[in-house]
């Protein structure tokens, strides 16, 4: 099992530092000197790989938003704690959230069904299912549920990746940031004052 995890780590070094595009198997071996036929016994291919290494990612964030979802108390504030979870967890593994969020992947992107299955779809069935107790509880206007989780999504992935990759910009404190993105989100879905 450590071979295995030899291979992931290499191949996401590789996948960050190259681009998935541009990394072969025959790279990923020469990486961690070994014969590209010993990484065949472990995987079928590259894409293989990237879908494990994001599958690895996936289940630990979902994991930690899934434990948050089902914790009693104020829906909002529930929502609150997974928004500031998901961009932590980014921030916390950016070579992780790099390879499983910002790089493309063969068929994944494209196949509703592939994704249904993913540990991708149980992490954002988190988000939409803390947006739909929000408004079931009369804290959200009557919403479109899944066009307000995709637009929660939109805004901590935008936060998370520009904190990640745009370390040279000046940012406000990162913590009010965090904080300024997710209750904008959370506010604009409250009920509107007449």
């Not at 967890?89 to 950016?94: E, I, N, Q, T, V």
């Not at 988000?127 to 901590?156: H, P, T, Y």
């Amino acid at each position: 099992m450590l071979l295995r995890e030899e291979i992931l780590d290499a191949a996401r070094e590789l996948f960050l530092k190259h681009g998935y595009e541009n990394v072969s198997m025959r790279k990923i071996a020469s990486k961690i000197e070994y014969s590209p036929t010993t990484i065949y016994l472990y995987f079928q291919d590259k894409s293989e790989i990237l879908k494990t290494l994001c599958e690895e990612t996936f289940g630990k964030l979902s994991r930690t938003m899934a434990e948050l979802e089902h914790t009693p108390g104020d829906p909002v504030a529930t929502l609150r704690k997974v928004g500031f979870a998901y961009i932590h967890f980014g921030l916390a593994h950016p070579n992780h959230y790099q390879v499983a969020f910002m790089t493309r992947m063969d068929g994944m992107d494209t196949d509703p069904e592939q994704f249904a299955r993913s540990a991708g779809a149980q992490t954002f069935q988190c988000l939409v299912n803390c947006v739909r107790a929000c408004v079931e509880s009369g804290d959200f206007r009557k919403i479109d549920v899944m066009a307000a989780s995709q637009a929660l999504w939109c805004a901590v992935h935008g936060v998370t990746s520009l904190l990640i990759t745009k370390s040279g910009f000046p940012f406000i404190e990162q913590e009010q940031l965090i904080a300024t993105v997710v209750d904008g989100m959370i506010d604009g879905f409250r009920p509107r004052k007449k």
